[in-house]
T-cell receptor
Framework: DTEVTQTPKHLVMGMTNKKSLKCEQH?????MYWYKQKAKKPPELMFV???????INESVPSRFSPECPNSSLLNLHLHALQPEDSALYLC????????????????FGEGSRLTVL | AQTVTQSQPEMSVQEAETVTLSCTYD???????LFWYKQPPSRQMILVIR??????QNATENRFSVNFQKAAKSFSLKISDSQLGDAAMYFC????????????FGTGTSLTVIP
């Protein structure tokens, strides 16, 4: 299984809503990532979890709250978002160094397309 | 600062022809991985090819090959026998081999394949 599965694929929310994006992988990867991507732009790193601990937070506003319940799951909780937060949110995973056969690359999910009204 | 430059925002190629996408990067590290990712419209970003900086031999994956020039910090992607399904955004990226989980992405090249 080389998939990263993200749900939902599409999400429309108002500025006062609370919603969550979910991500799951069963490749045994111990690093998981959230990226934000605008159309025709490169992905922008938001958060990285390494061995279920938050290791990178790229000064993301507190209206985005990540959570890593276990080594296979990654959530992104959304609250009081702004219209400019509308984007494609990509989850990715990779091996961590020390895992056998480290190859370094990111495996991406299909993304959750978020629209904030 | 770690930077990746893709100087061609848009490229086009005739079906069955060959196209080369350029990528240069700036780092003082000597050990790193380089990647080309492909993102078709409204579809998933997938790895096209990867190169380990300590390997002098250029990586190849079927119709995709790279020209890796470490001293020049250049990592271009050649697509041979272009197919309609090659139309996508292509992102060049690298990460350090020994530390951190930061990936540095270029700004992307949008490739159009003309039938």
């Amino acid at each position: 299984d080389t998939e990263v599965t993200q749900t939902p694929k599409h999400l429309v929310m108002g500025m006062t809503n609370k919603k969550s994006l979910k991500c799951e992988q069963h490749m045994g990867h111990r690093a998981m990532y959230w990226y934000k991507q605008k159309a025709k732009k490169p992905p922008e790193l938001m958060f990285v979890y390494s061995y279920e601990k938050l290791s990178i937070n790229e000064s993301v506003p507190s209206r985005f709250s990540p959570e890593c319940p276990n080594s296979s799951l990654l959530n992104l909780h959304l609250h009081a978002l702004q219209p400019e937060d509308s984007a494609l949110y990509l989850c990715a995973s990779s091996q961590e160094r020390g895992q056998g056969g480290f190859t370094g690359e990111l495996f991406f999910g299909e993304g959750s397309r978020l629209t904030v009204l | 600062a770690q930077t990746v430059t893709q100087s061609q925002p848009e490229m086009s190629v005739q079906e069955a022809e060959t196209v080369t996408l350029s990528c240069t990067y700036d780092t003082s590290e000597s050990d790193y991985y380089l990647f080309w990712y492909k993102q078709p419209p409204s579809r998933q970003m997938i790895l096209v090819i990867r190169q380990e900086a300590y390997k002098q031999q250029n990586a190849t994956e079927n119709r995709f090959s790279v020209n890796f020039q470490k001293a020049a910090k250049s990592f271009s992607l050649k697509i041979s026998d272009s197919q309609l399904g090659d139309a996508a955004m292509y992102f060049c990226a690298y990460r350090f081999s020994n530390t951190g989980n930061q990936f540095y992405f270029g700004t992307g090249t949008s490739l159009t394949v003309i039938p």
